[in-house]
């Protein structure tokens, strides 16, 4: 009912190869340095902020802040299931512990397929998606 996420990125990737004015920034970078990612940020978008700000930000966007104020970061546009939490773990690769490695490899064989499907089968796959671990470098895990 909520769609494939491949069809999601694909919806917007293109943009990122032609227009300037995106910024791309993933799950594993903000939890390996969020202090970083922020500066990253407000770079792009051209704000001179003070250390204390950006340290603001930093600890309001902290898992462990957004775990105790829950009811301001659950998404309004689905509807969830009763007893779910939109702010699991805050864990990169956790989906290791809901997969098994079979439903991984399907996953990882829809994504690559939904891609070249639309992007042709000998397009090059975007780089971020083997940033993300989605595949590796010759199109597979």
Not at 13 to 38: F, T
Not at 131 to 136: E, S
Request: proline share 6%.
């Amino acid at each position: 009912p909520y769609g494939k996420w491949s069809h999601h990125l694909l919806s917007w990737m293109p943009q990122i190869e032609q227009q300037s004015n995106i910024l791309l920034v993933n799950y594993q970078d903000l939890k390996r340095d969020p202090s970083k990612q922020v500066e990253r940020i407000a770079e792009f978008l051209r704000l001179n902020m003070t250390p204390e700000s950006l340290q603001q930000i930093v600890d309001r966007t902290s898992f462990q802040y957004m775990k105790e104020h829950s009811e301001f970061f659950h998404p309004q546009s689905v509807q969830w299931k009763p007893g779910y939490s939109f702010i699991r773990k805050g864990q990169v690769g956790d989906h290791a512990n809901h997969l098994t490695p079979q439903q991984q490899e399907r996953f990882e064989q829809a994504v690559r397929s939904d891609f070249r499907a639309i992007l042709g089968q000998d397009a090059t796959l975007p780089s971020w998606l083997f940033d993300i671990g989605v595949c590796n470098e010759n199109g597979s895990k």
